[in-house]
């Protein structure tokens, strides 16, 4: 019983939505969903807890996780440059990059060895090299192979995903860095092989805040978890802010309280958390 009172007094009773990460937070580094975690959620929602996602996929990448967590509440996909509503079908495209922008961002990696990937506003993704992603056709969609993709683009995409080994995206983070410091563009990682690119004015807190007056919520009642740098918002701007694991140093300033990572069923830790 002290341990049931100490849990209302901390974190209140007014939550009424959990909104996670996907990839890093429910689902490990293997792409799997953990029954542990999945079982979680579960609880939560017999619980009383609304439960959404904000992930940086695409919403055909991210289908077979939303099926399995039966996620039927508005959601936050592409990293907040996108939300969908299951209930009516539509799908909010928010903000893209500037053509110009993403055309710069195209010549820089051009001179490294990696690969991008564009995603237009319309679903479709090209590819500017034939090399092979992790897990592309299963995971992730493989995109469509445009080798002269610096001058077949000629729309602004909603974000682009730069992928190579750690070393040269070290290098080409720093050299991007510099490059967009004044631009309405940000990047960040989200795995060590992958780096994304959006327009500055997206993340997924704000494109969530968007969504909660048509849920009939307000931020203060949303529990917001996540593991990288692009759930920054989702972790710093709600009623409660959780990390996930240890892998991103600039959420440990804004998260109230820490959980295990996927592989070791760390979701299971929220329900010690709320009641």
């Known amino acids: 019983m002290r341990q049931?009172?100490?849990?209302?007094?901390?974190?209140?009773?007014?939550?009424?939505?959990?909104?996670?990460?996907?990839?890093?937070?429910?689902v490990d580094h293997d792409f799997h969903l953990p029954a542990a975690n999945l079982e979680a959620v579960q609880e939560l929602r017999r619980r009383g807890y609304r439960i959404t996602v904000a992930t940086g996929r695409s919403r055909s990448a991210a289908q077979p996780y939303l099926d399995a967590l039966e996620i039927a509440e508005p959601m936050v996909l592409s990293n907040g440059t996108v939300t969908f509503d299951p209930n009516t079908g539509e799908r909010r495209v928010l903000m893209s990059v500037p053509l110009a922008w993403a055309r710069r961002v195209i010549e820089l990696e051009q001179t490294h060895p990696l690969s991008i990937k564009v995603h237009l506003a319309d679903g479709r993704i090209f590819k500017s090299k034939d090399l092979p992603w992790p897990d592309e056709g299963v995971h992730f969609v493989t995109g469509e192979l445009h080798p002269n993709l610096l001058a077949e683009l000629d729309q602004d995409p909603i974000k682009l995903v730069v992928h190579g080994e750690p070393g040269e995206m070290d290098q080409f983070q720093r050299e991007l860095s510099e490059m967009i410091a004044d631009a309405p563009i940000r990047c960040f990682r989200t795995h060590r092989y992958y780096l994304e690119i959006t327009n500055s004015h997206v993340s997924k807190g704000a494109a969530l805040k968007l969504l909660l007056p048509r849920m009939g919520l307000a931020p203060a009642e949303v529990v917001g978890v996540g593991d990288q740098e692009n759930d920054l918002e989702l972790v710093r701007d709600f009623g409660l802010g959780l990390r996930v694991g240890d892998a991103c140093e600039k959420l440990i300033p804004v998260a109230q309280h820490r959980l295990d990572p996927p592989e070791l069923g760390g979701i299971q830790g929220l329900l010690r958390l709320l009641p």
């Open 4 to 26: 049931a009172i100490f849990t209302l007094t901390r974190y209140g009773m007014s939550y009424k939505l959990v909104c996670f990460d996907l990839d890093g937070t429910l």
